[in-house]
């Protein structure tokens, strides 16, 4: 403990040796403030005059910050240049002054604090809608740059036209990091499921590149209908982050949802099952009886070889429907990941297979998704 005539001769010795502003004064000791009228504060030894630029601090953090982000937490951090700490080290040093509050921990507490009352909102060190950070250079200029959290949301999409791919290739310009010839999507365009997604969400958010997990996926001329296909988007640096009301995109290839409430992407990989419709040619006319043995596929598990991997996938229900001689349909419920052009045809050693239940190589031509259940 430091006694009162200790704290008097360290309060001489400071005032002695050095030039302080009356922040870094008070770093120090817990007298009144002001030794240093205004026009001195950029003589301080320490802060040479950082300390007395509060004010144009948040000036900077609020042109960044307000009227861009929409928040209701924040965090602010601070870098500052490693010389204001070697000389408030120094001063430590030489009069023997320990555990005292430190330059950065005052400028941080200050700039949190008028932050707060500007703003109406609060304060969040472990989970802020944005992060701010104030990075001070040598020549005591200030940067400020402002990140929102991530925003992750669920949604689902039916797809009415064939045609149109699932997922769109990435720009190649930054390969799908987000840059000024892709307007930041990090994709080559948006014709795809993803692609028009992705720029009404950015156009609503105005996030950074999304990023998608897509629970399964189909052919670019697979339908998807039923309650269709669920997805879970994250958005980064998302500029809007409280949704209103669920987005509803409806455009004469899509119908997509996308939930307002902010959601977690679950364990990965994801359970679902896929109710797919499959059309089926045959090299040979089939028969009834042909397709009555497909009813063996009941409850069956199928194997997939994937290079020298063996993968087992479940199937739930099928049924068959003869459309013409070398025609029918398949209506498969099975577990999500199902390859169905390798079942149906038999290829890379799958089994049981399609083709040779039937007795005739047959080909999926068609196949769409009725309903993703996820598990
Ligand atoms: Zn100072
Ligand atoms: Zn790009």
């Known amino acids: 403990m430091v006694n009162a005539h200790q704290r008097q001769s360290l309060k001489l010795e400071l005032r002695k040796r050095y030039n302080l502003c009356s922040y870094c004064i008070s770093r120090h000791l817990t007298v ?18 950082l300390m007395n630029r509060l004010d144009f601090i948040i000036g900077r953090i609020e042109e960044t910050v307000k009227e861009v982000y929409e928040f ?3 965090l602010i951090g601070t870098i500052l240049p490693p010389d204001i700490y070697e000389r408030e080290d120094q001063i430590r040093a030489r009069l023997k002054i320990r555990g ?14 008028k932050f707060e009352i500007i703003t109406k909102k609060k304060v969040d060190y472990l989970l802020p809608d944005v992060s701010i950070s104030v990075a001070v250079g040598n020549g005591m200029e200030v940067n400020v740059a402002a990140k929102a959290r991530t925003l992750t949301l669920a949604g689902h999409y039916i797809k009415k036209q064939r045609g149109l791919p699932q997922k769109q290739t990435k720009c190649t310009q930054c390969e799908g990091r987000g840059c000024g010839f892709c307007n930041n999507s990090g994709l080559s365009g948006y014709r795809s499921v993803e692609g028009i997604i992705t720029h009404q969400l950015m156009c609503l958010t105005k996030s950074n590149a999304p990023r998608f997990s897509w629970v399964g996926s189909e052919d670019q001329n697979s339908l998807v209908s039923g309650e269709g296909r669920p997805f879970f988007v994250r958005l980064s640096d998302p500029k809007v982050r409280f949704l209103r009301n669920n987005l509803n995109i409806d455009t004469p290839e899509i119908y997509a949802v996308i939930e307002a409430r902010p ?3 679950p364990q990965s ?4 099952l896929t109710k797919t419709k499959i059309l089926v040619e045959s090299a040979n006319t089939i028969t009834e009886n042909n397709l009555e043995d497909l ?4 409850n069956a598990t ?19 429907r003869k459309i013409k001689d070398n025609r029918f349909e398949l209506t498969l419920l099975a577990d999500g990941g199902f390859a169905i052009k390798k079942f149906v045809s038999g290829l890379q050693n799958t089994s049981p297979n399609v083709s040779k239940i039937v007795g005739n190589k047959c080909e999926s031509i068609l196949f769409d998704i009725s309903d993703v259940n996820m598990q």
């Not at 403030?33 to 003589?43: E, K, T, Y």
């Open 32 to 49: 009144g403030r002001g030794r240093l009228s205004d026009d001195d504060f950029d003589r301080c030894f320490i802060c040479c005059g």
């Open 72 to 74: 209701d937490t924040f």
């Open 100 to 113: 005292k509050e430190s330059i950065k921990n005052q400028l941080l507490n200050e700039l949190r604090r």
């Open 263 to 265: 959601k977690c992407v």
């Open 269 to 272: 990989p994801i359970r679902f």
């Open 295 to 298: 009813n063996l596929l009941n």
């Open 302 to 320: 199928v194997q997939f070889q994937n290079k020298d991997k063996i993968i087992t996938k479940k199937i739930y229900s099928v049924e068959a």
